[in-house]
């Protein structure tokens, strides 16, 4: 998984393939009429998922006998990659082993026996970076997978699967400047909404929908700030078991945007309705009943995301 505050990122792929191959003679074989191996592969290294797609293969040959390892560098072209999202790198294809010719006179035809080991080494290029990750990434992003293994000839890395907002709606307040794509990226273009003149507060609530129904993990990214001192901000996840708003952070609200991450500890699926819908609401309200010393004040709402691994 991809770590990061924007719902893409370009990135390169860093590898290197290993083929190990070793061929040891049998039986047979004549020396009036010299016999050979052969053996060959044909390996396909592939990273793909939606929007994005790199595979590149990788053939060779061994003609001879006795051990010897043939080592690929891989170094794809920039990727535009999912931020948050699993991603999947398969190794596969085909390797075979054979004898060519036959043994002089009346002797059997040479036979051997041969391996191929296929090894897949993240971030290894040309002896250096050992154990690195196996993306290249810009600063600010992180890679992490600590599941990663080889596993029926795919290399896998089980992650989050990120939702973003899909509509938003003002429940206090009135609405100022930004739209739903406003949301998606912690670029200052952010989502805004003036208080309720009556009772100060302002609300906002966005929806969206998931495909992990039974999460294990369950967390919210959301970043915003307010134009003045003095205000609460909490935010509440829709219980959809319960038809009600369960509170899961609070304190007061910052003045320049500040990201904050909250991971919800228990009953997790009671936050996913039954066809996988989201629901976050975001509050704001005067800590004091002073009268403010302005008419009207700005809430903004600059990313929300929510990361939900099976």
Known sequence: MISGLTQTVTARLKATLRINVNINEVNGGGEFQPTSPEATWAITVRLNGPGYDFS???????????????????????????????????????????????????????TYRGEIEVGFEPGYIDGLDSGATVLELPDGY???????????????????????????????????????????????????????????????????????????DFKILYEGSVSRLGLAQS???MNFRTSTWTFVDGQVAPTTDQPIEVEVSSSLSDFVGYGGELALRINWEPI??????QDGWVHSSDLAKWSLTQ
């Open 288 to 293: 004091n009943d002073e009268d403010p010393s």
């Open 235 to 237: 935010l509440s996840l």
């Open 56 to 110: 590149r293969q990788f053939n060779g040959l061994k003609n001879s006998e006795g051990n010897e390892t043939y080592s690929y560098n891989i170094r794809s072209d920039t990727l535009t990659l999912p931020v948050g999202s699993a991603l999947n790198i398969s190794v596969s294809g085909d390797v075979s082993v054979s004898s060519r010719g036959y043994g002089g006179g009346n002797l059997e035809p040479a």
């Open 142 to 216: 992180t890679f992490s997978s600590p599941s990663m293994n080889i596993e029926d000839n795919t290399w896998q890395g089980p992650g989050p699967v990120t939702s973003f907002p899909t509509s938003v709606s003002v429940a206090a307040g009135e609405h100022f400047t930004g739209d739903l794509a406003s949301l998606s990226n912690s670029d200052d273009n952010s989502y805004q909404v003036f208080n309720d003149p009556i009772s100060l507060g302002a609300q906002v609530i966005l929806n969206s929908t998931t495909t992990v129904l039974n999460p294990s």
